[in-house]
């Protein structure tokens, strides 16, 4: 059962083979039995599991099922759940039990889908690698020595490693399809305002978005067909009709437009990287497409002003986090200030305590000009980019990591290194444009992801081109031999 993707567990619980409550425990077992090794939960969540998965059988025997009723899910836990532990990944939040769930969980729960639990991050989602977790690092399931990617490296390493069908992730700079290409799995960051981000824990508000991490591009077609819409609890979600995202999946490609930007092919990019992603546009001529080169002349200024503008949004978000109306409280305050001070200086990480750093210098008075309005004009630039490149192109194909997964511990002593595992996906999110990482081969015997990034409003596009992709090759169907 565990190979299954959501589409064939959906199926299969409509045909009666098995039942929901049977899915959800076969579930469970592989978690209390394997998760050990890997560490992708911070919190398993059985009894409301079972709860849900009895309610999704009498609901699909009573004939009214939607497409996913029954089937489970895993949820990050940057994403609050009425009830259940909401940490994300910080000990400052260790204590939070959440009193209301999150748009996105509570439109799960409404399409009868069942939450196995929440899912292991970086603090905050603020890293690559998923060594920032106050639960600590979480393991690739294709090499243990190896990080899954992150932020969202707990919910990549839970589907690769078959301990749940699929997860939900958040996007702020590359956060489900940096550790989707590092783990092997397909990874959707939708059009900023898709999805709502009422209930997600905040890091960088101009930039975070949430979407499916799956084993397949249908199963995240079926995925957004649930989270995707309007919520008037953001007001940065946007009123726009939801089409069916399945609708486009079995289109051919003929004719279709790739665009290979130059910059994403240069220095720093691993060899075998290189390899496997040009096979993959090979395949993608057999299917009609035809491929241009073209230029995103500003690729080089995405890391420098992601790393000005996400620290200033993140250091204005996390000023919530005071020790005085929730989380973490240090022991026997003197004073105000030294509540505050310890609260702080306790409850946070080293990279969460860099970022907040960074963000309030680059706002204070007599640096915002330099330094947070210069990254809000190089912002522009590189949307405009994009701007003039879907002129000419349907979509944008490159890898999404310059590399595969590295060894735990190679690059947590050196920010910047850690800061440039994400310079293929960063640009998305300062655009705003949705984007893909589809499993694409391997290289130094680890998963390689090809990235594709959209126009505004192309989810639709992207899952057909991916689902296209998939249904003539086979490394999204791959699972590490452990696992398998
Ligand atoms: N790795 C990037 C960062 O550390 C992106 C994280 C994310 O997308 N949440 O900020």
């Given at each position: 059962m565990h190979n299954k993707t959501m589409a064939e567990l959906s199926a299969g619980l409509k045909a009666g083979e098995f039942s929901s409550e049977e899915l959800t425990r076969s579930y469970l077992e592989r978690i209390e039995n394997l998760d050990g090794d890997i560490n992708?939960?911070?919190?398993?969540?059985?009894?409301?599991?079972?709860?849900?998965?009895?309610?999704?059988?009498?609901?699909?025997?009573?004939?009214?099922?939607?497409?996913?009723?029954?089937?489970p899910l895993a949820h990050k836990d940057i994403f609050c759940t009425d009830g259940v532990r909401t940490s994300s990944g910080s000990k400052m939040l260790d204590n939070f039990i959440a009193p209301y769930d999150a748009t996105v969980v509570s439109r799960f729960k409404q399409a009868g889908v069942v939450t196995l639990g929440k899912t292991n991050m970086d603090e905050f989602a603020m890293g690559s690698s998923n060594e920032t977790s106050f639960y600590g690092a979480v393991k690739n399931p294709w090499n243990t020595d190896t990080v899954p990617g992150g932020s969202s490296g707990g919910s990549a390493a839970a589907v690769a490693a078959r301990l749940a069908p699929a997860a939900t992730g958040t996007d702020t700079g590359g956060s489900i399809r940096q550790p989707a290409a590092l783990v092997g799995i397909t990874g959707l960051?939708?059009?900023?305002?898709?999805?709502?981000?009422?209930?997600m824990i905040a890091f960088a508000s101009s930039l975070d978005q949430a979407g499916p991490m799956t084993r397949s591009a249908e199963?995240?077609?079926?995925?957004?067909?649930?989270?995707?819409?309007?919520?008037?609890?953001?007001s940065t979600s946007l009123q726009r009709e939801v089409p069916d995202y399945t609708a486009d999946l079995d289109k051919d490609l003929?004719?279709?437009?790739?665009?290979?930007?130059k910059e994403y092919f240069g220095e720093g990019l691993d060899a075998g990287v290189a390899k496997a992603v040009e096979a993959a546009i090979e395949e993608y001529k057999k299917l009609g497409a035809e491929v241009v080169e073209i230029s995103l002349p500003n690729t080089g200024l995405s890391v420098p002003t992601y790393y000005v503008v996400a620290p200033a949004e993140c250091s204005s978000n996390l000023s919530?986090?005071?020790?005085?109306?929730f989380g973490y409280?240090?022991?026997?305050?003197?004073?105000?200030?030294?509540?505050?001070?310890?609260?702080?200086?306790?409850?946070?990480?080293?990279?969460?305590?860099?970022?907040?750093?960074?963000?309030?210098?680059?706002?204070?008075?007599g640096y915002y000009d330099a330094y947070y309005l210069k990254?809000?004009?190089?912002?522009?630039?590189?949307?405009?980019?994009?701007?003039?490149?879907?002129?000419?192109?349907?979509?944008?194909?490159?890898?999404?990591?310059?590399?595969?997964?590295?060894?735990?511990?190679?690059?947590?002593?050196?920010?910047?290194?850690m800061y440039l595992s994400d310079i293929y996906t960063i640009a998305a999110n300062l655009a705003g444009l949705p984007g893909m990482s589809v499993p694409a081969g391997f290289a130094?015997?680890?998963?390689?992801?090809?990235?594709?990034?959209?126009?505004?409003?192309?989810?639709?596009?992207?899952?057909?081109?991916a689902h296209q992709f998939q249904q003539a090759t086979d490394w999204h169907q791959r699972a590490p031999v452990a696992y398998a």
């Open positions: 992708s939960y911070i919190t398993v969540t059985p009894e409301l599991a079972l709860q849900q998965a009895r309610e999704a059988d009498k609901r699909i025997a009573a004939g009214n099922a939607d497409a996913l009723t029954g089937v960051k939708p059009t900023y305002g898709r999805v709502s981000r009422y209930g199963d995240a077609a079926l995925m957004m067909n649930v989270m995707a819409g309007f919520d008037q609890r953001d003929k004719g279709l437009k790739i665009g290979l930007p919530r986090f005071d020790g005085v109306r409280r240090c022991e026997d305050p003197v004073d105000l200030e030294d509540l505050y001070k310890r609260s702080r200086g306790e409850g946070f990480g080293d990279e969460v305590k860099r970022r907040i750093l960074v963000g309030t210098y680059a706002l204070s008075a990254a809000q004009k190089l912002r522009r630039l590189i949307s405009d980019d994009f701007n003039q490149a879907f002129e000419k192109v349907d979509v944008i194909m490159g890898p999404t990591s310059p590399t595969t997964a590295f060894n735990i511990g190679e690059r947590s002593d050196d920010p910047v290194s130094n015997g680890m998963p390689v992801g090809l990235q594709i990034i959209g126009n505004y409003f192309d989810e639709g596009r992207l899952l057909n081109v």
